[in-house]
């Protein structure tokens, strides 16, 4: 047997998220049927971060169990040439038995990317989100730190569908800025659907001033996705990288 992990980038925005769904071009579909061309039949992807429609990423993980010896460069050849440029393999390699891309993954990091610039600039429009209105770092930093640690995030996603914990840790939520692009970083164990998108909302509202810092703590306690404010839109956000233990 032998266990392929992949590293892939790719644009969100022609697919509707990364899971395989009927009817609709996801990247997990793509990736499938080109491993499938290349391998003669299809195999079963895991992945580390299951992104929503129009998200984007530029460390993703995945991997797959194969019966057989895999030669890894001409997998990578082969993907590229197949879904290139819009979905890219940086690496492909052999990952020890038992890798697993979400079981074996310690952390994830998301980058939300703001544009405050009275224009919108068409060479990066499709990767960040474009608000021409001033955001004040101090009230967003001032809410992040309510945010980082365990809590329950209920207020911050869409509820799991089979009714699991949203309980997670998160360990860094930190703004920064440079001229007119702000960039919201987000760490954690593992994050909800739709939880980051939610989490830079929360703090856009902080930083136009909409909403009291003070206020962060009642909407964690509400546990109620209406108490938050309005979730950012998916393409301003990216998968940047997702850690693994060192002999992982």
């Known amino acids: 047997m032998t266990v392929v992990r992949l590293l892939l980038a790719y644009d969100g925005t022609g697919f509707h998220g990364w899971a395989r769904q009927p009817r609709v071009r996801t990247v997990q579909g793509v990736v499938e049927d080109a ?23 530029a460390g993703q993980v995945a991997s797959f169990v194969w019966p057989a010896p895999v030669d890894v460069d001409r997998v990578q050849r082969a993907l590229n040439g197949m879904l290139g ?3 890219a393999c940086l690496r492909a390699t052999r990952a020890a038995d038992g890798f697993d891309a979400r079981r074996s993954a310690t952390a994830r990091e998301y980058v939300y990317r703001i544009h405050t610039g009275a224009a919108a ?34 207020s911050f996603c869409r509820l799991p569908p089979d009714g699991g914990a949203t309980t997670r840790t998160l360990r860094t939520l930190s703004a920064s800025a440079a001229g007119e692009r702000l960039e919201i970083r987000a760490v954690a164990d593992s994050f909800l659907h ?19 810092p003070g206020e962060v703590p009642r909407i964690l306690e509400a546990r109620r996705r209406d108490a938050a ?20």
Request: hydrophobic share 40%.
């Open 229 to 248: 404010a309005q979730m950012a839109p998916p393409h301003g956000l990216t998968l940047m990288r997702v850690r693994y233990r060192a002999n992982g």
């Open 35 to 57: 491993l499938a061309r290349f391998l003669g039949e299809r195999p079963v992807l895991s992945v580390a971060g299951r992104t929503d429609a129009g998200v984007h990423a």
């Open 85 to 87: 440029p819009e979905v």
């Open 194 to 212: 739709q939880m980051v998108r939610s989490l830079t909302g929360t703090l856009v509202a902080a930083g136009s001033g909409r909403l009291d």
């Open 121 to 154: 600039d068409p060479f990066r429009s499709r990767y960040e989100w474009h608000r021409p209105e001033r955001l004040a770092l101090a009230p967003m930093r001032a809410a992040a730190r309510h945010l980082v640690g365990a809590h329950d995030f209920r």
